[in-house]
């Protein structure tokens, strides 16, 4: 039975999709499960970010452009971080994009809000290879996959949800669930698991860069040498320099938080921890 519920505009979901998300101190969270994709019901009642049930159902329709970059990561695992690198390799300047990574995040936007976006788009999604749109595939378009420790992401994506979802478990319970079900879009081992059956099946002739969230950190320059040379670009080493110092996590932070159109963004403020 489907039901609808509003908050400004209509919201439509089918009943038979909702549950409640049980942890081990005695709290709950009412969530969603969409194509085992899974939400709060607050976040998508809300409207936190726009068309999320349309976005994600038809995001297998998406069109693609022949020079899109697709940055794919689990959540809390760096997908702002290598959208701002990539973003200043691509136009040659330092200067931070003002927009959070969700204005990219197909998800979460609709296909006319992205195709406004100007070439070359750094589109970004946390879903799983079988939801990305098959034009991915088609055209081998280029995609940068981010790995990141579950350890680091459990600590990370635990505040994330106290913050910005509204959880209200205890870090020890959240732990317990997120080592065996979904907590916020799906379950890391599953995710995980689906991502490296991906890069040797429908992936395999599709031109993707893996990276590592700890690489990172220790070997900025480096890596994003790499980004560099995998989206065919050239720069000398005194402007990677100049990046490497712009997108360090402190750096990036604060700059984030002060552009006007998001130091009053609460999601945002949820997205910047301590990078650690």
Sequence with gaps: MESTASSGDEVTYDEKDVYELRF??????????????????????????????????????????????????FMKAGTHWVSEI?????????????????????????????????SPRVLNSHLLPRQLPTCIQQKKTKVIFIHRNPKDIAVSSYHHVIKL??????????????????????????????????FSSQYKDTPIL???????????IANIRKIADFLELEHDEDFLFKVNARCGFDNMKDAKLTLAEVKKDHIQKAMYRKGG
């Design 24 to 73: 081990p101190d005695g709290t709950s969270k009412s969530m969603i499960s969409i194509d085992d994709t899974h939400f709060s019901m607050d976040f998508l009642l809300e409207r936190k970010t726009p068309n999320l049930i349309p976005a994600l159902t038809n995001a297998h329709k998406f069109r693609c452009r022949d020079d899109d970059i697709f940055i794919c990561a």
């Design 86 to 118: 990539c973003k200043m390799l691509l136009s040659e300047t330092t200067k931070y994009d003002p927009n959070g990574k969700e204005r990219y995040m197909l998800e979460f936007q609709t296909p006319d809000h992205l195709d406004t976006i100007s």
């Design 165 to 198: 979802h509204d959880y209200a478990c205890s870090f020890p319970a959240y732990l317990e669930v997120f080592r065996k079900q979904a907590t916020l879009f799906h379950n890391w081992f599953d995710y995980t698991i689906a991502w490296e059956e991906a």
């Design 210 to 220: 893996q990276l590592s969230y700890e690489d990172i950190k220790r070997e900025g």
